[in-house]
Structure formats: structure tokens, C-alpha cells
């Protein structure tokens, strides 16, 4: 098994900061990649950024030069650093686990509110 605790949403106004932190714990052993997702409502659950095991990130075009994706191996910690944040930016932020044999899993997402 698997936990991921996420932290760091909040409400913020357009043009604002937030960082998004996922705490993962458990049997985290040969992990592959780490991610963020989204959903706001009426849409799919789509990908914001994701770190491999190896360090290579990836971005939704939407967020590139904008968010950031970073971690601590240390603390077993995956970071989202949000700048420059939009209204269309709010939605439910979920964490994700991918690992090579335990499979997914995922956090219990923390909301995100861009709004003035």
C-alpha cells in the first residue's frame, strides 16, 4: 500500500502563487513517476505534471512556463509550484503514485480556488 497526503491548496487571486506538496509513505519502493492531476467540475480528470523516477517532467501545455513540478527524495515529498494562476486554473488537485509493481494510486486531492 500506498499513501499520499496532500497539502497547500487554497484560495488565491488571479495572478497568484500556491505550491501543492504530496507526502508519499508506505511501500513506495521502485516507484516510476509522480504527477498531478485536475479536475474541475463537468470535465475529465486531466494531467498538470509529472516527475519520473529519472527526473524527466512533463507539462499540460495549459501550465508550461507557469507550474512547476520538483522533489525531495529525502522526504519522499512531490511539489507543484503554481505561478501566475488563472480562473480556469481552479479545480480539485489529486497526486498520483505510479509505481513499477504496485500500480497507481492516488491522493485525496486538495482544491484549488483562483478567484478575485
Known amino acids: 500500500q500506498v499513501q499520499l497526503v496532500e497539502s497547500g491548496g487554497g484560495l488565491v487571486q488571479p495572478g497568484g502563487s500556491l505550491r501543492l506538496s504530496c507526502a508519499a509513505s508506505?511501500?513506495?519502493?521502485?516507484?516510476?513517476?509522480m504527477g498531478w492531476y485536475r479536475q474541475s467540475p463537468g470535465k475529465q480528470r486531466e494531467l498538470v505534471a509529472s516527475?519520473?523516477?529519472?527526473?524527466?517532467?512533463n507539462y499540460a501545455d495549459s501550465v508550461t512556463g507557469r507550474f512547476t513540478i520538483s522533489r525531495d527524495n529525502a522526504k519522499n515529498t512531490v511539489y507543484l509550484q503554481m505561478n501566475s494562476l488563472k480562473p480556469e486554473d481552479t479545480a480539485v488537485y489529486y497526486c498520483k503514485f505510479t509505481g513499477l509493481v504496485q500500480g497507481d494510486y492516488w491522493g485525496q486531492g486538495t482544491q484549488v480556488t483562483v478567484s478575485s
Open positions: 508506505g511501500n513506495i519502493f521502485s516507484f516510476a513517476a
Open positions: 516527475i519520473t523516477r529519472g527526473g524527466s517532467t
